[in-house]
């Protein structure tokens, strides 16, 4: 009905007494309910500043009815309406179901969307000036080289005049005196210019122009649709979508790249900038304030046509999204593990479906949950088969360490040595990966056998050489590497277990003293800028020898590297978890598809104990089809996702006992529904972090199973969170 006034009478719903819904960004079960003064317009969607106990908070005016059963007199009013587009009908539904998915308060949710620091208003016009056709009552060589520039009309800012003019500032001041220039107000600039469709497309061949057609339909169908691309790296896959990209350009609406590692992936923008003529803007948690603050609002009001970001990208509030791609919709960085758990690749989906627009999953390993939407034809299958050009893949085999054992106190097969030297003496460049950082992951006195463990996790104090310290990766704890066991006071004999990157970084100086050696990981000092010139130097030549964690296996190209070595194929299978194979044939397959992308030959070796292990197989056969079948299968009988649901329900509290306890409790008030089981507690896999002890109770639900609504029962008949317990739910848990 407020419409209809509105309508009849104009201007802004003007009713006293008015009360709207508001989505504070607390983990409250609904929105509050505010006052809205007298001649504040608001709407759903709306960005407002309201009071919440003695502080002022952002909030979201949200839909629904207005609450006739409370007093408004009795009811805080709004403080303030930001000057920012309201968030859209599409959006807002989008937040409700994340929040209904994932069982998240919605005030949390809508705090993701709401990640502009500062405030929603516009920045304030730039004061500038612009000529006035008046000319000055006497010319001078200064006032003509001012004149010279202002009279094509332009605006410019007083000092931008003088300096571009080479003159001082008091000359443009003089002439402003005299009428010469009137005052105007110039907006903030864009954070990026637009891109242009047609820049510079490149020929697609065969498979590539048939994939893109099949993308092109979809944009042009302007409906819900999910592809998945796979297709080796290297096989064009990126320059396949950027066709999908182009004719959203050309349609007006706005495109929102996902990638997994934003911050290193300089490449990409500069990859795409010779696509499109600009930059994406970019978004991820590295972003200065002011920088966030416009692409938010740039994305808001339609300005910033693509976006490239991390998981969180999707909760910008686009003017008139029409597409989303989701790059190496695999990587486990998609899954969100604090306060709401999502999974950003299945939320992108279900945006897709809400805004009616085609959202592209790609990889070359894709998950075996979208393999089997891609076979049971819920995802559209786009296949690439081959690499571009005259690249070629590498050339693949396993070292079998127990028959090539490195020599005492080493971690690399002479086979794999060899290959080193062999590649260096080319000028070629090699890349030896290892999952783990630091120098040795289990540091141990040789006299008593004592293992140093985090003083707060349940997790072994990692040795870091470089930076004389042992480190916790669970929680960051750190302290000097220690002189002495402070169990039983022996000096000098603690021994470091195992090898990280620091300790196969020293293993090859030893080997290759005379070659340039570059350690990669995220402990590199300098951060994400340090990181992309290190990325830099090695694609242009200057370094021989690459050891690094998983920072390297995505998306870079470094067109010299020849050789890439496995340092331990066998990491990651042995965790329990039965996502540990499928997870390893992933890293696996992209660590070694950086080699060879020039045209090179190219070759790569794993190290393993288990050659027959079926990951190993199909790595070195290149078949993945069989592996997938298999892991497919696999998950088929055990009636794990896909085919069957899942959800993890973590207990934490300040001492064992408590967590336990609540967590046993919960256990008894689960209800008794047909098709769904709870297994535990246990302790969960991380027991102890940062000071908290875990328990963790597994659900497992048939396929068509009411999962929630199952959790949420369980939740509402279980006791309350007391003291310091807190319980978390993490539906479509990663590790499980
Ligand atoms: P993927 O995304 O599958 O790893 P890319 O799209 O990155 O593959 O392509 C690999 C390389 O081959 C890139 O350097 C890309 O520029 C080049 N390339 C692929 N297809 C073409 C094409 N049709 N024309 C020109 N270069 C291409
Ligand atoms: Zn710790």
Redesign the pocket.
Same mark, same amino acid.
């Given at each position: 009905m407020s419409d209809v006034t509105t309508d009849l009478f104009g201007g802004p719903a003007r009713r006293a007494g008015r009360v709207v819904p508001v989505l504070v960004p607390m983990p409250a079960p609904r929105p509050y309910s505010y006052a809205v003064p007298d001649e504040m317009h608001v709407e759903p969607g709306s960005v407002v500043q309201v009071p919440l106990g003695p502080r002022q908070v952002f909030g979201v005016v949200w839909d629904g009815a207005e609450d006739e059963a409370v007093d408004p007199k009795k009811l805080r009013p709004i403080t303030k309406v930001f000057d920012c587009p309201p968030l859209k009908e599409e959006h807002r539904r989008f937040l409700d179901w994340v929040s209904t998915y994932t069982l998240s308060p919605p005030g949390l949710v809508a705090r993701m969307a709401l990640r502009a620091p500062a405030g929603f208003d516009p920045e304030p016009m730039v004061e500038g000036l612009r000529y006035s056709g008046i000319l000055p009552e006497r010319m001078t060589a200064a006032r003509t080289r001012v004149l010279d520039l202002a009279r094509d009309g332009l605006s410019w800012t007083r000092s931008g005049l003088a300096h571009a003019a080479g003159v001082s500032s008091s000359v443009i001041d003089g002439m402003t005196a005299q009428g010469v220039f009137e005052t105007v107000f110039i907006p903030p600039p864009p954070v990026v210019p637009l891109p242009d469709p047609d820049h510079g497309a490149?020929?697609? !061949?065969g498979a590539?122009a048939e994939a893109a057609a099949e993308l092109l339909a979809e944009v042009r169908a302007l409906k819900f649709s999910v592809s998945l691309m796979d +297709?080796? @790296? +290297?096989? +064009?896959? @990126? !320059? *396949?979508y950027f066709e999908a990209i182009a004719e959203t350009l050309r349609q007006g609406r706005q495109v929102l790249i996902l990638l997994p590692e934003i911050a290193l992936t300089a490449s990409f923008l500069e990859?795409f900038e010779s696509r499109f003529g600009a930059k994406p803007a970019e978004w991820h948690s590295d972003l200065a304030p002011k920088t966030r603050e416009r692409v938010w609002r740039q994305a808001a009001t339609g300005d910033v046509r693509v976006v490239a970001g991390a998981r969180s990208a999707l909760f910008l509030p686009f003017d008139d999204l029409g597409l989303i791609i989701v790059?190496e919709e695999h990587d486990p960085a998609y899954k969100q593990e604090d306060r709401v758990f999502y999974n950003a690749r299945d939320m992108a989906v279900v945006r897709g479906h809400i805004g009616r627009f085609p959202v592209v999953l *790609?990889s #070359?390993t894709p998950s075996v949950e979208s393999q089997v939407n891609g076979l049971s034809g819920r995802y559209r299958p786009i296949h690439?088969p081959v690499?571009?050009?005259d #690249?070629a893949l590498p050339d693949l085999h396993l070292i079998d360490m127990r028959r090539h054992p490195p020599e005492r106190g080493g971690f690399l097969s002479p086979v794999l040595l060899r290959a080193i030297g062999k590649t260096v003496a080319k000028g070629e460049q090699a890349l030896l990966f290892l999952n783990r950082r630091g120098y040795a992951p289990l540091t141990l006195c040789r006299v008593c056998g004592h293992r140093f463990q985090c003083p707060q996790c349940s997790s072994w104090l990692v040795e870091h050489r470089f930076r004389g310290q042992i480190q916790c990766h669970q929680c960051g704890y750190a302290e000097r590497t220690p002189e002495c066991c402070p169990e039983c006071g022996t000096f000098d004999h603690l021994v470091a277990c195992g090898p990280g990157v620091e300790r196969i970084a020293e293993e090859v100086e030893r080997h290759f003293p005379d070659a340039r050696t570059i350690v990669l990981s995220s402990d590199i000092l300098g951060g994400v800028k340090r990181l992309r010139l290190e990325l830099d130097a090695i694609a242009k030549g200057e370094a021989d020898i690459v050891i690094g964690t998983q920072l390297v296996a995505k998306?870079h190209?470094f067109p010299l590297m020849s050789l890439v070595g496995i340092v331990d194929a066998d990491l990651g299978l042995a965790n329990g978890d039965p996502r540990a194979a499928e997870r390893t044939f992933q890293l696996l397959s992209q660590v070694t598809?950086r080699a060879g992308?020039s045209g090179l030959k190219s070759h790569g070796l794993l190290q393993t104990y288990q050659p027959q292990h079926p990951v190993m197989q199909a790595i070195v056969s290149g078949d993945a089809h069989a592996f997938y079948e298999r892991e497919i299968a696999e998950r088929e009988r055990a009636h794990l996702p896909p085919f069957g649901r899942l959800a993890s329900i973590i207990v934490s509290a300040d001492t064992r006992n408590d967590a336990e306890a609540h967590a046993r409790a919960l256990r008894l008030a689960a209800p008794s529904t047909q098709g769904i089981t709870v297994l535990g507690p246990a302790e969960a896999p991380l027991a102890l972090v940062r000071g908290r002890h875990r328990f963790r109770l597994l659900v497992h639900g048939q396929r068509s199973s009411d999962m929630q609504g199952f959790l949420k029962a369980m939740i509402a008949a279980g006791p309350r969170e007391r003291g310091s317990v807190h319980v978390q739910l993490d539906i479509d848990p990663q590790s499980f």
């Open positions: 490149s020929r697609l !061949e590539q +297709g080796i @790296t +290297g096989s +064009g896959k @990126t !320059e *396949v990859r790059d *790609v #070359a690439l690499r571009f050009g #690249a998306g190209n598809g992308r």
